[in-house]
């Protein structure tokens, strides 16, 4: 088929609406030309900071359309007839009429005939670049067009044919130009593959993911030229991309004076601010007072964590121990993506890059000095200064609230009581630091750096460094236990209290991030393995916000009035949370391929109270589910399950009475009641024992009494007494199921 090439050239686009303008391009005008009938093959897209190209393979011409309408009745209004004539454009001797069981009706045909390709093209072009959605867009020429960025030209071309409209006083040529420096003049172009030839030619490369592999050699490279070690950043990486057609990187390198504010300061200067990435020496170090401290599994001076399995507590520890050895300097050279290939080798680039990096860092730098003066205790007053929010107090309030919480979580999952309680009191207090005030970023990071400074111990700074996160599907968890229980509680006051006060998240909306603090609770219970009850949190929780109000109803009205409606606001809340933590359970397994019938046979009333207990229930059954033993044993349940319903209807009676040993009379219904006998109480020890694996087997093991039962046994006996039997020998492997998971859910 021809091909059809559309570039849209202008000034620079946004790095960030890049991906997404190259997506919409695609979509939007494929679907437009197919609405004109011509259908596109092998379309793609491709972005730059100055254009966008579509290409795609069109038929030459639409194909001819042979199209029956429906009109009025014949015995209808004459008005009714006007409307249809007026809809179609034909004359009434131009229609038919059409005999229908409900009388007889006009009928219109219409023909369209096949339209060359070029005429299309342009309408569709035109249609897509006037309706395009950009996030933000600019009008700066009188025709009303708005568009990101001023367009200069547009490119179309079919089979090697100009075709001609248009837009915003620019004419539709076979024109573009190269890179905006090194060769801008404008050239022609035939087709695709000489319009990617003559592009590269002139220091442009096309490909979005071929300039980002190309950045990310060229950054290897000059990391391994310097004996350094380039960081790997791919946000930063897919924006660099978006800023540059012809990528050439450069080193650069700042005083090592400022190798003493923290790394994440420094990281956040560059790559924020000017899209540096950073260099690490190649050797692994030892955290001095300013650097990164090791992370293993447990903090200095903490205890085990007797909640966490043994398995799971192994392998946070063998990360650890991975991060640990991959820990690193931070250097003082950096990495710039320039857009030039300069005469001089980049070094006019380099130096004023430079330059403009050293003010950035003097003030990093004079603000981490000045941190580092003041205690975080002593930092505390100024959170009273700072809402939270109108109806939750203030960061003064909310590090109360923590500060209990984090005891409490401490005590029941194994960790130091005194130093959660520390690390909750100071978590906030960094943000009244002047280093957060310049990076809010480092948040939370700077309050761990700052309580290594004071000497506060590993436990602690740890935990206020982490006691944000998770903060992301990717980021990882807290591990030790002082911080899993700062964490926790962090994240657990933030729910509970814009639970009570109403703020949950509907639809798409969620201002306060409430599912990514949901989110991080159940990550950090089931990555870390910790037990802990979360009902009784909640509470706690629910009674540490509401306890201003509710102490001031009951010193106003009635004790017991106050206390049977915060009581009440507790279930509501305890109620709804709880729906709300079970989504989160449920999208974080279905985001590893659980399926919805097993997530709902797993599910009861107390999943939510102990989230790892619901995990493992779900592993087991899904695992078991996928063998041939489980898949065999669901298949007798159902064909159980069916028999007892349409019985149990018939007789107007449900059959769950004891099976009487002297009515079983075949081989193998003796057989499968022992085997239910047998297996009943190893799953029930099983179960009890969190064992779900064993459940699992104990459950397998009657399979081939079941299959047996039913290839041999009649249910439905002629003897009245016999069949209630077998009913009742039925109901038990329903009951012997449903004390792993409910089978009825469980889609055959």
């Known amino acids: 088929m021809p091909q059809f090439l559309l570039e849209l050239f202008q000034e620079e686009i946004p790095a960030r609406m890049q991906p997404q303008a190259a997506s919409d391009l695609q979509r939007l005008l494929t679907r437009a030309l197919a609405d004109r009938g011509l259908t596109a093959a092998n379309a793609t897209t491709h972005v730059t900071p100055r254009r966008l190209a579509y290409i795609a393979d069109l038929p030459a011409a639409s194909a001819a359309m042979r199209e029956e309408l429906k009109g009025p009745r014949t015995s209808a209004p004459p008005a009714a007839l006007d409307g249809f004539l007026k809809k179609t454009g034909l004359a009434k001797d131009q229609l038919t009429i059409q005999a229908d069981p409900k009388g007889d009706f006009y009928i219109a045909v219409l023909e369209k005939p096949g339209r060359p390709a070029p005429g299309i093209i342009a309408e569709a072009a035109i249609e897509v670049i006037r309706a395009f959605p950009w996030p933000k867009s600019m009008h700066w020429e009188p025709s009303g067009l708005q568009w990101v960025r001023p367009l200069r030209s547009v490119l179309c071309l079919f089979d090697g044919a100009i075709v001609p409209f248009e837009i915003a006083g620019l004419t539709a040529a076979n024109v573009t130009r190269g890179h905006r420096q090194m060769a801008n003049e404008p050239f022609a172009v035939r087709d695709f593959e000489d319009y990617a030839l003559k592009l590269r030619e002139r220091r442009v490369v096309l490909d979005r993911e071929e300039r980002k592999a190309e950045i990310h050699r060229q950054a290897l490279d000059a990391a391994a030229r310097a004996g350094l070690q380039f960081r790997d950043d791919p946000e930063l990486l897919d924006e660099v991309a978006g800023l540059v057609e012809w990528p050439v990187v450069l080193v650069g390198q700042f005083e090592r004076e400022f190798l003493g504010v923290p790394n994440e300061v420094l990281i956040t200067t560059m790559r924020k601010n000017q899209k540096y990435f ?161 990076f809010p970023e480092v948040q939370g990071t700077i309050g761990g750096y700052l309580a290594r400074a004071e000497g506060l111990g590993e436990a602690v700074a740890t935990a206020i460094a982490d006691h944000y996160r998770p903060q992301g599907p990717t980021d990882r968890v807290p591990t030790n236990a002082v911080s899993i229980a700062v964490a926790l509680a962090d994240k657990l006051d933030t729910l509970v209290g814009f639970f009570a006060i109403d703020e949950k998240p509907t639809g798409s909306k969620d201002p306060f991030a409430l599912r990514r603090a949901a989110l991080g609770v159940v990550r950090t219970l089931r990555e870390n393995g910790v037990r802990l009850s979360l009902n009784s949190i909640v509470a706690l929780a629910l009674a540490l916000h509401s306890a201003k109000s509710y102490e001031a109803e009951r010193m106003q009205g009635s004790e017991q009035a106050a206390d049977a409606k915060f009581e009440q606001l507790a279930l509501k809340i305890a109620s709804e949370l709880s729906d709300f933590l079970v989504g989160r359970v449920r999208a974080s397994l279905q985001a590893q391929g659980a399926r919805f019938d097993v997530l709902d046979s797993a599910f009861d009333a107390d999943a939510t109270d102990d989230i790892v207990l619901f995990f ?92 047996a039962f039913f290839e041999k046994v009649t249910v439905n006996a002629p003897d009245p007494a016999l069949r209630a039997n077998r009913l009742n020998l039925l109901a038990r492997i329903k009951q012997a199921a449903h004390l792993v998971a409910d089978f009825s859910r469980i889609e055959g």
């Not at 692994?284 to 903490?302: L, V």
């Not at 107090?393 to 590090?399: C, F, I, K, P, S």
């Not at 489980?630 to 059959?655: F, Q, V």
């Not at 297996?679 to 087997?697: K, V």
């Open 278 to 438: 950073a260099l690490t020496e190649s050797a692994s170090f030892e955290a001095g007072p300013n650097g990164p401290a090791p992370q293993d599994g447990k903090a200095e001076g903490e205890a085990p964590n007797p909640t966490c399995h043994g398995e799971v507590r192994a392998e946070r520890a063998s990360n650890h121990a991975q991060r640990q050895s991959s820990a690193q300097r931070l250097s003082n050279r950096f990495l710039i993506v320039s857009n030039l290939e300069a005469r001089d080798g980049g070094a006019a680039i380099t130096s004023g890059n430079e330059k403009v990096i050293r003010p950035r860092l003097s003030d990093a730098k004079f603000f981490w000095d000045l941190d580092r003066k003041t205690t975080l205790e002593s930092r505390l007053p100024e959170l009273e200064k700072i809402t939270f929010h109108a109806r939750l107090g203030t960061q003064g309030d909310r590090v109360r609230r923590i500060e209990r919480l984090a005891g409490e979580i401490a005590e029941r999952i194994g960790a130091d009581v005194a130093q959660a309680k520390l690390a909750a009191r100071l978590c906030k207090a960094d943000l009244v630091s002047g280093t957060v005030g310049e």
């Open 616 to 707: 493992m229930r779900v592993e087991a059954l899904q695992s078991f589910l996928a063998t041939e033993d489980g898949k065999t044993l669901l298949a007798g349940y159902k064909r159980a399950a069916n028999i007892l319903r349409i019985e149990e209807k018939k007789d107007r009676k449900t059959y769950a009475g004891a099976v009487d040993p002297a009515k079983l009379e075949a081989p193998e219904e003796r057989a499968l009641a022992a085997a239910i006998d047998s297996a009943a109480p190893q799953i029930e020890a099983a179960i009890a024992a969190e064992d779900f694996a064993a459940a699992m087997r104990a459950l397998a093991g009657l399979r081939a009494p079941v299959d």
